[in-house]
C-alpha cells in the first residue's frame, strides 16, 4: 500500500506529519509490518523528533543552520543561497526511514514524532510518500 | 518477528550491538530480507558505521564540536536534553540493513551501534525481521 501525504511549508520551518502518517496506518488494516516514509526532495529532511515541545523542532532547524549557513560561494548554481544550503543540510539529516508496524500501531516512543525540515521555501508543492508491507 | 535489546547506557556513550542484533537475526529464521533496528528515544541514536571504539568516540567528540552544549536552548530542560535532542535529529533512529542468506549483509568493519547523548539511562533497541 502506497499514499503521498501532501505539503505547503515555510522557509525553515519543521511541520508534524506524524498524525496524517497514523491515520495512513490505521486505513491499512496492516498487524504487524514496516512502515517506510520517504520524501522525493533534494532540499527538504525527514527526521524523527520529541513532539512535545515546537521549540525543540527550533533548535533543531536552528542548530542545523548554523552548521551549514547560506552561504554565496557554493559552487553549485543555485536560485538563492539558501536552496545550496538546502541541498547539504538535507543529505546530513536523511530522507528515508523505515519503521516498525506492531500490533496494527506505528511503534514509537511516547515522545516521538515524524518532522518534515523544510530547508528552503515556501513551497506548497511538497510530498511525503507512505509505504506499508 | 520482533525482539527488544535492553540496555544500560553512560553519558555520550557507544554501544556496538551488533551481535545481539545477529543473533535475533539467526533466531528468527528469516534467510533473505530486511532487519529494521528502530531506536525509540529522542536523546539516542542508532546507525551502521565504523567498528572500532576509538573512531565512536572521535564521532561522540565531532557531534560534541558541531552541536555543543548550550544554556540557551529554547527547548528549557538540561543542556544535554536539549542537545541530545538535536543529535538524535541528525544522527538517525532507525536502519535497515539487508538479510541475505540468514546474516546480516554488513562489512567486515561494519557495526550496529547505539549512540547515548543523555544518559545513565536504562535504553531499548527494537529489532524485527521481514522476509522469507
Known sequence: ???????????????????????????????????????????????????????????SMEEIRRAFPSKVDYEQRTNNAHEAAAHSKAAFVGNVMSLIIKDGELLFGNSQGILFCEFNGPKNDREVHVNIM | MYEVIKLKTDYMTVTDVTDKVKAIVKKSGVKDGICVIFNAHTTAA??????????????????????????????????FDAAGHVKCVVVGVDVTPI?????????????????????????ELHVKCYGK
Do not use: C
Open chain 2, 46 to 79: 542508532v546507525g551502521i558505521a565504523t567498528k572500532e571504539e576509538a573512531a565512536q568516540r572521535d564521532f561522540q567528540a565531532d557531534l560534541d564540536r558541531i552541536f555543543p552544549l548550550r544554556a540557551n536552548y529554547n527547548h528549557v530542560e538540561t543542556p
Open chain 2, 99 to 123: 538479510i541475505k542468506d540468514g546474516e546480516l549483509d554488513l562489512g567486515d568493519d561494519q557495526a550496529i551501534l547505539f549512540y547515548e547523548f543523555d544518559g545513565p539511562r536504562p535504553r
Open chain 1, 1 to 59: 500500500m502506497f499514499e503521498v501525504i501532501k505539503l505547503q511549508t515555510q522557509h525553515n520551518r519543521a511541520i508534524d506529519v506524524t498524525p496524517k502518517i497514523k491515520e495512513i496506518i490505521a486505513g491499512a488494516g496492516v498487524t504487524d509490518g514496516i512502515l517506510t516514509v520517504s520524501i522525493p526532495h533534494t532540499d527538504a529532511g525527514l527526521v524523527i523528533h520529541s513532539f512535545w515541545d515546537p521549540k525543540g523542532w527550533d533548535d
